[in-house]
């Protein structure tokens, strides 16, 4: 079994909860942001995600879709104070019936929460220099790492996007204080292209200790993966699966890793080092 | 919510605080759940399908949604009998009853499996799982022809004293047939029904949406069907009968043990509330209450037919 990044810390317990909508509104490219109260919220590391069903205690018989689906904590890391709760923003994409649902619940309603659940990505070293990289939804998981990051390392975000009006998160980004760049593949914001262009040389004229992070879609992951091998550089990646637990028992969200067999995303994931996965193999 | 209500049950001679179980297969090796509930707030689970050597799983993908069910090809994935018995057990709190689940590719693998299992004091009782639909050999094939069956679990019944539990699969045409057989070679209870076997494509790559390209398909789905052979099982044996299948609610446990079950499994809904079967019990015992039953083991066939 292939191990998540090294230097990971403790995950917090997970809970299960019934969660109030606070917001749900459209953001860029017809994605959703979406912030729950959830009671009793333990806290997360960066990169960590949570289980979610639309429907609160009424509706706990509602059997379809009958899964919850897997999202990325976006913002609310920090843990609710004893006895209260935490805001804690998620970024979906509809995707299917069960994520335009979650997308279409309104404030006052409730959705049914487990988690914080997987691992996290190994904390930026003080002193080090880090290079994220997120494309759609995936950026949600690389805002806290960004935020943590930003207060004793150079780190540098680069957020791509179809075009400027897809684009997520830039100005949250850009508040953390971090050198923060876009780009669109039409040329509407940014630079004109794909989000990886022009990475291999921008980490090959890095100095000193530095390690790519990479959240969004499978082929963006993986060219970033083919990039860091190529320079020589370390590279963490949180990938994504169907699953219908989130904590390691229906063993659904299997991908295969070098070290041979199968490896859980939810368990052992989602955060991996890219040089571990078997890219050829994903779904 | 115990007060009035007496829970136990008593299921093949295994006590229970509650007819609440939990699925093989569904609730891994226990501990997983710790986080969410008192896992002694149950009457027990059975663990996830043990083979003589850990075994690995189906490529992905190895799940997918379907209405109101899911579909899955996991393949009997485990960590082996060894490390369950070394590491698993021990990890569980003493009051929690633990049901082992042994699979194999012939009688002698499911002997050996249950003669290991038998020596542990922790182990309550040995669940045989007759009828995985998604392993290509084993299994099934025994769940399906009831020779096949008869020899396994007579092999078995000769290793251990441990109550005996035969699983079934639905996916015969005379479940009757396949209980009785059971019962016959000496069986101490029935559980049923493992998963229906299923398929589902996506028409825009025009493949399988599973690797293995068949699954096995769980969930509210196919509760009425799990109900019916429930049914048809509790009367055609005289060992009790534990009903599986797409349990999510109280009510949906009320309705096996009305039509005969003596205790049930819950599956999926593990799934998406870790803490079902907890409030799957508390329900159970609240509708005792509400409709006057002193002990929930009145509730065990207490189906009211229509006059005939």
Redesign the interface.
Known sequence: MTQSPDAQRPSPTPIRVDAEVLENHRDAGGNHCLTLEIPGWPGAEPGQFAMLKPGGPEESDRTDPLLPRPMAIYRGHAPAQSGGAARVDFLLKVAGRGTRLLAGARPGEFIHLVGPLGGSFAPIARGSRALLVGGGTGIASLYELAARGAKGAEVEVILGARRAEDLMGSDAFEALGVNFRVTTEDGSRGLAGRVTDGLEDALAAAEGPTTLYACGPTPMMRACAEIAARVGVACQVSLENTMACGFGVCLGCAVPVRSGGFSLICRAGPVYRAEDVVWEGLP | MSGAVDERVNLAGIELRNPVLTASG???YGS??S??MDLGAIGGFVA?SLTLQPR??????????T????L?A?SI?NIGVEAFLSESLSALPENVVVIASCFGTEPDNYAELAAKLSESPRIAGIEINASCPHVKSGGIEFGQDPRLLGELISRVRAVTAKPLLAKLSPNVTRIDEMARVCEGAGADGISLINAVQAMEVDVETQQPVLSNILGGLS???IRPIALRMVWQVAQAVNIPVCGIGGI??PEDAIKFLLCGATAIQVG?A??????AGREIAEGIAAYATRKGFPRVADLIGALRLPEA
């Open positions: 569904t609730f891994g997983e759940f986080p969410f996830k690995a799983g189906n490529p992905p993908p190895r799940i997918a949604e209405p109101s069910g899911m899955n996991i994935e969930g509210p789905a999510i609610t999926t593990n799934y998406l509330n870790p803490a």
